[in-house]
């Protein structure tokens, strides 16, 4: 089962079934972060059969609907806190609701919970629980921890309150991943940042705590000891943000304007009119989950396939030889087909869109940064001089100023870095305002190394494992995934990245169980049975390797997670990140962070 499907069910049961009696029926109160969890988990009509009559917001005033109860399913801030308890302390001639149901989707600090406990508010609640989704399921094997400010405050090199604040909520977010899955993973982190260790140990307490106070079955099925958890921090590999991706949800998030994972565009109807439509970009599209991680010459030359036999089909013409202007007329004289042909003409859209970007200046990058982030050209051969590889595009006018850091980024790497009079001259050829010689320098907050210095050591590239590609201009393999594929095969480098407890470590590695029966399964966390006798979570045998990027996970990073799942059906592969990651908020990021403090977003 997918982690929106387990999430879903969770929100189903756990939330709304606990308190809803058959033929009673209970408003649902959520709040902006509550109601994308429902959105992305949940379709509207599973809600309402389950005795929701109406879905509203904490944040909007609401007229009184005294004789039904309310189902709160809000987070655990000051502003939904106070919302929750202005609904019954304002002097009001009917109560707002009947009766009050709460359920915080992660811990609720005590402070808050003691604005609770005003007599007119506490008279009214009937029950009250934690249900722990501290996170945001984005795809079916994808998460986000929906932290964007993380990557300034995680390496900031300013000790500060903010990140002290920052690493325990992180630390809270990810265990709720790991108990929302029924996992009690072997922890392991990267070694090379001791901040990643930190969090690392941070994860294990809230882990430990869940297991001793909530659920002392957790993680206790076949297989379930191999379940690891691997923390991550950006700067393991800083080439993937860098590089151009031609696969199709990498290059439509890069090179398009997506918006909350909506696309717009514009459109004409078969009688000439225009208009603008949108479209959500998720898993309940399913022509967009069997597209999302080809090439973008495969998806275009599917597409077409795809649009050409449904014409045919319908027997309203022979489509063969017809190219996608012309398959595109005769769609608008189909008016009947039209919402399935929306589904065709939505992907052909975005392929042309991508398209388009490429053939203007892209297509002039793409060899070149496979060549800086493989070392080597497509012939196989060492990169000798990079230099020579960049400075076209630096002259180059057209190309923009991010596409040329990138570029140089990739330059530095590969040059394992360069002297400043060198930096400074080639940000002059290639006309980068010095206001943007910090987005590269901060580069080194990572642990990359810019600025070359006398006598210090080379970092040596890491072995990366012979794959083969078809496509010259896709060379580039995230290093995530060599990582992924080590886990599963047991090889995975103790010493780059260590496990934090030497007992999970020999019980991941061989397999051993060594689980006594285990206590009574906490109802606050545990999910209802299912028709079967087991939950969602539980559903899946086997162990799972959870994956987590403080900085942000790449979309060439999640592709990675359903490629080795795929491979390898013995494991089952999760990802995610403090934020889904593109080149751009990538760039953003290093360029807002400095020496001079963190970020003062609230966490």
């Not at 902006?32 to 904490?58: D, F, N, W, Y």
């Not at 400074?424 to 006309?431: D, G, I, Q």
């Amino acid at each position: 089962m997918s982690l929106k499907n387990i999430v879903g069910q969770r929100i189903q049961t756990d939330v709304i079934d606990s308190v809803v009696k058959k033929g009673q029926w209970v408003v649902l109160v959520v709040d902006q972060q509550s109601m994308r969890v429902i959105s992305a988990c949940c379709k509207m009509h599973e809600i309402m059969s389950r005795g929701v009559t109406l879905v509203e917001s904490i944040e909007k005033s609401r007229q009184p609907l005294p004789h039904l109860d309310a189902v709160y399913f809000i987070s655990p801030t000051e502003a939904s806190v106070s919302a929750l308890v202005r609904d019954f302390v304002n002097d009001r001639s009917e109560p707002l609701y009947r009766a009050a149901h709460i359920f915080f989707t992660e811990t609720c600090p005590d402070s808050l919970f003691q604005k609770l406990a005003v007599p007119s508010v506490a008279r009214m609640i009937r029950s009250m629980k934690e249900v722990n989704i501290a996170f945001m399921p984005a795809e079916s094997r994808v998460f986000s921890l929906d932290s964007p400010d993380a990557f300034v405050n995680f390496f900031s090199t300013n000790p500060s309150r903010a990140r002290a604040l920052q690493a325990d909520r992180l630390a809270e977010q990810i265990a709720t991943v790991c108990c929302t899955l029924n996992e009690f993973p072997a922890v392991r982190f990267r070694s090379d940042l001791s901040r990643t260790r930190e969090l690392a140990d941070k994860v294990q307490g809230c882990l430990d705590k869940y297991k001793r106070d909530v659920d002392p079955n957790l993680g206790q099925a076949p297989g379930k000891s191999k379940s690891q958890l691997l923390i991550l921090d950006r700067g393991f590999d800083p080439v993937s943000p860098l590089v151009h991706e031609l696969t199709f949800q990498a290059m439509t998030y890069d090179l398009l304007k997506i918006d909350n994972d909506v696309f717009r565009y514009q459109f004409t109807g078969g009688s000439g009119q225009t208009g603008e439509r949108e479209c959500l970009l998720d898993d309940n599209d399913d022509l967009w989950v069997e597209l999302r991680h080809l090439h973008i010459a495969e998806v275009s030359q599917k597409v077409s396939a795809m649009l050409r036999s449904f014409v045919e089909s319908k027997k309203e013409t022979k489509g063969k030889g017809l190219n996608m202007r012309e398959l595109s007329k005769i769609i608008k004289k189909m008016p009947q087909y039209q919402k399935e042909l929306n589904r065709y003409s939505l992907h052909s859209q975005l392929a042309e869109d991508n398209m388009v970007r490429y053939k203007g200046t892209i297509e002039k990058l793409v060899g070149i940064e496979q060549d800086l982030a493989m070392g080597t050209d497509s012939e196989g051969e060492k990169v000798k001089d990079p230099m020579r590889l960049i400075v076209p595009v630096l002259l180059d006018e057209k190309i923009s100023k991010q596409d040329k850091i990138r570029i140089l980024l990739l330059f530095i790497i590969i040059k394992n870095g360069i002297s400043d009079e060198n930096l400074e001259k080639l940000m002059r050829h290639a006309s980068i305002p010095t206001s943007e010689t910090n987005t590269i320098l901060n580069m080194q907050h990572l642990g990359v190394k810019i600025i070359e210095e006398d006598g210090s050591k080379k970092k040596k590239r890491p072995k990366r494992r012979e794959r083969q590609n078809e496509f010259a201009l896709s060379r580039w393999t995230p290093l995530v995934k060599d990582i992924m594929e080590d886990v599963t095969e047991g090889q995975l480098d103790k010493d780059l990245y260590p496990f934090l407890r030497k007992d999970a470590q020999h019980a991941a590695l061989s397999g051993d169980d060594g689980q006594a029966s285990a206590g009574p399964i906490s109802a606050r966390w545990k999910f209802k049975p299912d028709s079967h006798g087991a939950s969602a979570a539980e559903s899946k045998s086997g162990p799972r390797l959870i994956i987590v990027v403080i900085g942000g996970v790449t979309y060439s990073e999640l592709r990675a997670a359903y490629e080795v799942s795929k491979i390898n059906s013995n494991w089952e592969v999760i990802i995610g990140g403090s934020e889904l990651l593109t080149p751009t908020r990538f760039l953003q990021n290093l360029s807002q962070l400095s020496d001079s403090g963190t970020t003062t977003q609230a966490v």
